[in-house]
């Protein structure tokens, strides 16, 4: 199989039966895809999240419309599923008769909206004469037992045969050595078909999403985003990481593993040539981006010895590891007075983890024994990327342009070709469009 291609489609690629039909030429037109991995249909993710967490009383209506999206979408490409979409939703009668939904019913829950357009684009292939066949990914991609933000057993998937022939299977999710469904985390079905990639030693994993490539802003916040025709792979790692939704951070891994390069494109604009990633020297030309990752939380924790500061970070860290909690971003105070600041991605700890530092006690209080820990929410992070950020007074410059807003945070230093900067959520886009407007002003004086 190593002239395999592995091809993604995210979930507005699989919500119309327009959409669905430029699936169905694409994978015609190229015969090397050998493996099509599915997002849900738009929104339904968010559906079933939600209906994990009501109260009882409104479970029925959401499960009511998660069965109504797919059967409407099934009749209207005129595919016989009525049965098999029923009998999928079934499942969601398992959360009716429970008060309370933890993280493992909710990945068995959240699951079903990947198996649901499984089961839709092989049935639509098929009807169109493309032979494809479904592979439950809970076959091949064994994870840990981390509900909601699982990791994959690499061993057990590189032992895994893949049937010949055109699969269709689903991303994001995954299952324990025990069979118990996980899922990867929201957007981890680029991860999932970036998995697979590897472990056929594929010659391409192409991305299809709504918008044909990588752009130096959101396309659908900016209207002078540009569309940035190729990139490094740690340079769309950073640019991920920091909130561009084209591509989940964790996919780039396994590519620079099996050195696959990846592919931005459009479901809607296929014949456009998109982003290409791969291993490129992005020193010959300026990158420059600006990035927006919403649900930020602000977390200082502010030591309440004055000696002994080596055990202050050592017991925070210790806390945040044993929880799960993820922390990328940090600045400290002087000693005297010890504080530390932390950004917490909170879409970052899983489906049905909104929270951790409102809605667990248990981290709080162990936190709270040595430290006072404030928290701030209704933040943004929004990430200016630029290779050529060193030079020229580009940091007093970027700040300048933002004088008028309050600023939580800023963290720069680490790497010479990003800032990154804490606003209020409801400033985040004028932020944004006025620093990516400055880049744009600074390229265009130094052509």
Do not use: W
């Amino acid at each position: 199989m190593s002239k395999a291609i592995v091809a993604k489609f995210g979930g507005t690629s699989v919500a119309t039966p327009v959409s669905i039909e430029k699936i169905a030429k694409i994978v015609s037109d190229n015969k090397r895809i050998k493996f099509v991995v599915v997002s849900a249909v738009s929104g339904v993710t968010n559906l079933l999240v939600k209906l994990c967490q009501v109260e009882l009383a409104l479970r029925s209506s959401i499960a009511k419309e998660v069965l109504n999206i797919h059967l409407k979408l099934s009749m209207e490409l005129n595919l016989d599923l009525e049965f098999p979409i029923r009998e999928l939703i079934k499942r969601l009668d398992e959360v009716h008769c429970m008060s309370v939904t933890d993280s493992k019913m909710t990945d068995y829950i959240v699951s079903l909206g990947e198996d649901l357009s499984c089961l839709i684009i092989t049935a639509y292939l098929n009807q169109q004469g493309i032979e494809a066949k479904y592979l439950d990914a809970r076959e091949f991609l064994i994870t840990d037992d981390n509900y909601g933000n699982a990791s994959p057993d690499l061993v057990k998937i590189k032992s895994y045969e893949f049937p010949e022939g055109l699969c269709v299977t689903q991303g994001f999710v995954g299952a324990t050595s025990s069979g118990n469904t996980t899922t990867l985390g929201r957007g981890g079905s680029d991860y999932s078909a970036a998995l697979i990639a590897e472990r056929i030693n594929g010659s391409e994993l192409l991305i299809y999403t709504d918008v044909p490539g990588v752009y130096t802003i959101d396309p659908n916040i900016c209207q002078s985003a540009m569309l940035i025709p190729r990139l490094d792979f740690h340079t769309m790692a950073r640019m991920a990481n920091l909130g561009a939704k084209v591509l989940h951070p964790a996919t780039i891994e396994p590519c620079i593993r099996a050195r696959i390069p990846v592919r931005i494109m459009s479901t809607f604009e296929p014949d456009e040539p998109g982003t290409s990633i791969g291993f490129y020297n992005n020193e010959d030309y300026r990158i420059k981006s600006v990035a927006i990752r919403k649900n930020q939380l602000l977390v200082t924790i502010k030591n309440l010895k004055v000696l002994n500061t080596y055990n202050f970070f050592l017991n925070t860290f210790n806390i945040f590891m044993k929880y799960k909690v993820g922390v990328d971003l940090c600045t400290t105070t002087d000693l005297s007075d010890l504080h530390i600041s932390f950004v917490v991605n909170i879409l970052d700890t899983g489906a049905d983890k909104l929270n951790q530092f409102i809605q667990n006690k248990e981290l709080l209080d162990e936190l709270q024994r040595f430290a006072e820990v404030t928290v701030e929410g209704n933040l943004t992070l929004v990430s200016v990327i630029d290779n050529r950020l060193a030079v020229n007074n580009s940091i007093q410059n970027v700040l300048a342009k933002i004088d008028s807003y309050k600023i939580r945070f800023v963290c720069y230093g680490a790497s010479d070709s990003v800032i990154n900067i804490l606003v209020a959520e409801n400033h985040a886009v004028d932020i944004a469009k006025s620093l990516h407007n400055y880049l744009l002003e600074i390229e265009s004086c130094n052509v």
